[in-house]
C-alpha cells in the first residue's frame, strides 16, 4: 500500500461530538471530504441539523444528526448504539465537546469546576469508552480528542483553572486508553490547539490582540487549519501512532 493509499478513508463511519459548530464542525466536513460517513452529535438541535444539512449538500456521503447530552452515560450509549445500528460500525470517533469559564481560582465555585469538568472530561471519557468497546469488538479504530495547549501552558490574561486542568487530564486518560487498548488494534490520540478562531474565543475578542501578540505566527488558527491532524491520525498513515498529542499552535508555546 503506497502512502497515498494510506490516507484513503472511503467509505469509513467517524462520530463527532460537538459537530454542529467550531472545531468540531470543521472536523466533521475535513473528514466527509475524504470520503468518510459522519454522524454528528451536538446537544444543540438547531444547529446540529443546519450542519448535518450542510454536510450532506456538500458531501456524497452519509451524514446523520443526533442530539445527545455527553454528559450522559446512558445517552451516549444509546448514540453509539445508534451509530453502529444505522452504519454498522464505528472507525473514527473525534470528541470535541468543550467549554471555559473564566475567573480567579479562589472564586470558581464547585457548581462551576463540575459543570467544566463534565462537558470537557466526562463526556470525552464516556465516549471513549461506549465507542471503544464497539472498537474493541471490531479489532480497530482512531479516537482522537480535542485537548488543548492549554493542557501545558497557563494562559493569560484569562484564567480558567477548571478549563486547564481538564484539558490536562484528556491528554493522561487518552495516553491510559492508548497503551490499554493497542492490543486491540485502537489506537487513541489527541490533539492540542492553540487559540484558534471560534463562537467560544470570539466572545473574548477583547483578549484577540494580546493573545496573537504572545504567537509566532502573529495570528489565531482557523478551525480548519487542524483537520489535516485529525485526518492524519484517523487514516492508516497513522498506524503506529498512538497515545500521542499533536501541538498545533502557531509556535505559541515556543516562547
Known amino acids: 500500500m503506497g502512502i497515498r493509499d494510506k490516507f484513503d478513508l472511503t467509505g469509513r463511519v467517524a462520530l463527532v461530538t ?27 438541535e438547531e444547529n446540529l441539523n443546519k450542519t448535518a444539512a450542510e454536510l450532506s449538500d456538500s458531501y456524497a456521503v452519509a451524514v446523520e444528526g443526533i442530539v445527545c447530552d455527553a454528559t450522559n452515560a446512558t445517552a451516549v450509549g444509546d448514540m453509539v448504539q445508534g451509530v453502529v445500528n444505522g452504519f454498522g460500525r464505528i472507525d473514527i470517533l473525534v470528541n470535541s465537546v ?17 459543570q467544566v469538568m463534565d462537558t470537557n472530561l466526562t463526556s470525552t471519557f464516556l465516549c471513549c469508552q461506549a465507542a471503544g468497546r464497539q472498537m474493541i469488538a471490531q479489532q480497530s479504530g482512531s479516537i482522537i480528542s480535542v485537548a488543548s ?21 484528556m491528554i493522561q486518560m487518552s495516553r491510559s486508553m492508548a497503551a490499554e487498548w493497542a492490543k486491540h488494534n ?3 490520540n489527541t490533539i492540542s490547539p492553540g487559540y484558534t478562531l471560534t463562537e467560544m474565543t470570539r466572545a473574548v475578542s477583547e483578549f484577540h490582540p494580546g493573545w496573537c501578540q504572545q504567537i509566532p505566527m502573529g495570528r489565531m488558527a482557523e478551525p480548519e487549519e487542524l483537520v489535516g491532524a485529525v485526518v492524519y491520525l484517523a487514516s492508516d498513515a497513522a498506524s503506529y ?15
Not at 472536523?27 to 454528528?40: K, S, T
Open 98 to 114: 468543550g467549554i471555559t469559564i473564566h475567573g480567579n481560582a479562589e472564586d470558581v465555585t464547585e457548581e462551576q469546576w463540575r
Open 241 to 255: 501512532t498512538t497515545g500521542h498529542d499533536i501541538i498545533i499552535d502557531g509556535g505559541y508555546m515556543l516562547w
Open 149 to 169: 495547549m492549554s493542557a501545558y501552558i497557563v494562559n493569560t490574561p484569562q484564567k480558567q483553572v477548571a478549563y486547564n486542568a481538564s484539558k490536562a487530564a
Open 18 to 44: 460537538g459537530g454542529a459548530r467550531g472545531i468540531g464542525k470543521a472536523c466533521a466536513a475535513g473528514l466527509a471530504e475524504f470520503g468518510v460517513n459522519v454522524a454528528i452529535a451536538d446537544l444543540h
Open 186 to 188: 485502537v489506537r487513541v
